[in-house]
Every structure is written in C-alpha cells, then in structure tokens.
C-alpha cells in the first residue's frame, strides 16, 4: 500500500475520553428475562460460576427500563413470545435461553425478539458461562460507532464513510472502517487497498464468541491508524449476526472511532450494526426522487437505532434546500455537502476521500469534533451543521 494514500499531515481535533458514570448510577448488569423459576435457577447458577451479578425481570414490562443500557440479555424461552410483541427496539448482544433441543420455534422465536445465539442448557451451559463472563469485559470505555447509509444507490454514503474514517485517523485516533454492504464492490477500493495483505469477511463470516481486539486489527489490513475490514473479490457471503456483533466488540474496545459503511437493505447482520450504532447518517442526494427513497431505507434505520440524521449532498439542481429534505424525511439535519469538482476522478485514482482541503472534509472535521466533545451523543436533536 503506497504511503501517499493518505495524509502525512495530523488534523487539529481534540478527542476527549468518555465520561465514565456518574457516582449516583448503578453499574450496568446483564438483564436475565424469565417468569420460569427453574430456568431462572438454572441461569443464576451459571451467573454465579461466572462471578457475575445479573438483574432480573419476570415480564416485557419490568425488562424496559433496562432493555438498552444491559451489556447483555438473556430471555428466556418461556418470556420470547411476550417481548417479540412487546415492541422493544432491536439491539446487540441478546441471547434465548432455553431446554428444548432442535425445537425449530425456538429459533423463530430467536429471531423474532432479534437474539443473536440461542443457549439449550444443559449443553450450552460453559459456552454461556463464558458469555456472560465476557459480558462485563466489554464495559468500561467503548469507541463510538457511526453508521453511513445511503438514501438512495450512488448517494455517496461509502465515500462520506470513508472520509469520516480518514479525517479522524489523521487526528491520531485509532480507527476501524467497517464494510457492511456485500454489493458495494469494497470500500478497500477507495484507498487502492483491494491487494493489501490480511482478512476480510469471508475468513471472519461465521466468528462466534469473543474476539480480541488488538489482534483483530493485526489481522485486517491497516493504513496507519486506520485498519480497514471489507471484502474480498469472491461471491457474495452472508456474514452471521453474531460475527457482526463479535468484530463490533473488539473494534470498539481497542478503537476510538468505528465507521460502518451500510447496506440500504439490511439484511440480519447489518440490522446488528445499526442496533449498536450511536448515531447513523443517512446520506441523501438534494433531489426529490432521492428524498423519496430515502423515506424506506429511514423507516428501517429507525426502528433500530435511537440517533438518525441526516447528510444532504449538493447539487441541489431544483433548488431543494436541505432543512427541506430533512423536514421530509422527519429527522434532524446534520448538514449540507457541497459537490467537489475533482472528487470523483481523485477516487477513481485511488486517491482516499477527504484528504484535500474541502467541504468533504470540513464536514467531516466538525461532525467528529462535535460528536466526541460535546453532550450531543445523548442530545439527538442537537444536529450538526455543515457547509450550507
């Protein structure tokens, strides 16, 4: 991989640490949802094996409060019928625990609450065991995940995903650019990296359990600060849901920053990318047509994730101001991308996003900066503001 890839020159953000919870909030446990005392026995047992304190909910009701800040869930099979109906949003990290083995339900009833394993005890018991163990290891300070998707085919959301990646690697921040879309060809592209040595998905597709983070970054082929995980030029594969959410957890336990690159149809393991997102752009040319679209690939990015917005790249040919596309779409303006004359021949060329002065990259700039150094992450409606 040529050097003159990327930028030698160190852009001035300031990356701030998380902010660790507050005294006055309990540390977070893993939920266990169960009305049966048995298995409830059963899965206690096993917490305990595992030194871990877990929280308990008998009911769809009592589990909500803490359905989204658990570093894991385990439902019992007893309850899945009960939370598939309850409407809880989609998240990572969710496991149904159960006894019945090679019951086919079963695994409907997995997928229609969104668990990423299913546990028959007696026999997934040390597998479990260690899950929860592992549970705990992931808390603690976490890098952020951005997810960019686009609005419509050809709305620039790879190469907004990789500039994202860029920019924040030239600010010395260890970052991890995550291809999640099978059909978009590899974002490796965009940095002439499709020969660069190390793995892609199809050697990681069917990872289950934990992965270590610094070795994974070995593992994949990195530019600098930025290891970058695509894929290779063979068939299409499906990448299991728990792959996706193993390579998440690494990824964010040893980077600062992981930008997923989407699919606008999500299949099983783009839904767990979305899930764990802290925040998702939704990339819309300033056309009607594209606001169109956009409107389905949104109503799918929202039911899973809490924090969308959206990024409208210019022309505008008909005039469509991007507080308009954004009013349409119902969510929160992150800003306005105005077109860069010689950006397409520089990625034809090989040449990464946003290593030129540009509105490419101020845009960048300012979203990373804002995101990381203020309460926005837990303010959606605090949107960013780009060139206009």
Request: charged letters at 20%; one cysteine or more; glycine letters at 10%.
């Amino acid at each position: 991989m040529p050097s003159s890839v990327l930028p030698s020159q160190r852009l001035p953000i300031q990356w701030l640490p998380h902010q660790p919870p507050s005294a006055d909030e309990p540390p977070s446990r893993p939920l266990v949802v169960t009305a049966d005392p048995e298995l409830l026995d059963d899965v206690l047992r096993l917490a305990a094996a595992a030194g871990v304190d877990v929280e308990v909910a008998a009911d769809p009701v009592a589990a909500r409060p803490s359905w989204a800040r658990s570093p894991l869930v385990l439902v019992g099979d007893d309850v899945a019928a009960a939370m598939g109906r309850a409407g809880l949003r989609r998240r990572a990290d969710v496991v149904l625990v159960g006894r019945v083995l090679g019951d086919l339900p079963m695994w409907q009833r997995a997928l229609d609450i969104g668990a990423e394993h299913v546990a028959v005890l007696p026999d997934a018991e040390p597998w479990l065991i260690s899950r929860i163990a592992d549970s705990l290891s992931r808390e603690g300070p976490r890098g952020v995940v951005v997810g960019v998707v686009g609005g419509r085919g050809g709305a620039g959301a790879s190469t907004l995903a990789a500039a994202l990646a860029v920019v924040a690697m030239s600010g010395a921040t260890q970052t991890m650019l995550l291809d999640a879309d099978p059909f978009g060809g590899g974002v490796d592209l965009m940095f002439g990296g499709e020969h660069a040595a190390g793995l892609r998905w199809p050697q990681l597709a069917n990872s289950r359990g934990r992965l270590a983070g610094h070795e994974l970054l070995q593992a994949v082929p990195c530019l600098g600060e930025l290891a970058v995980l695509s894929w290779d030029r063979g068939d299409p594969l499906e990448v299991r849901p728990s792959a996706m959410s193993s390579v998440l957890a690494a990824a964010r336990a040893v980077c600062g920053l992981v930008v997923v690159d989407l699919p606008r149809r999500l299949d099983d393991a783009s839904q767990v990318a979305v899930a764990d997102a802290d925040v998702v752009l939704l990339v819309v040319p300033a056309e009607i047509r594209a606001a169109a679209a956009a409107a389905r690939v949104a109503a799918q990015v929202t039911s899973l994730c809490d924090d969308v917005r959206v990024v409208v790249r210019g022309p505008a040919p008909g005039g469509l101001r991007p507080a308009d596309v954004a009013s349409a779409l119902g969510l929160p303006l992150a800003g306005f991308i105005k077109p860069e004359r010689y950006l397409a021949a520089a990625l034809e060329q090989g040449h990464a996003p946003a290593i030129a002065p540009g509105p490419l990259r101020s845009f960048c700039r300012r979203f990373l900066r804002e995101l990381l150094v203020s309460d926005i992450r837990r303010d959606p409606s605090a949107s960013v503001r780009g060139s206009q």
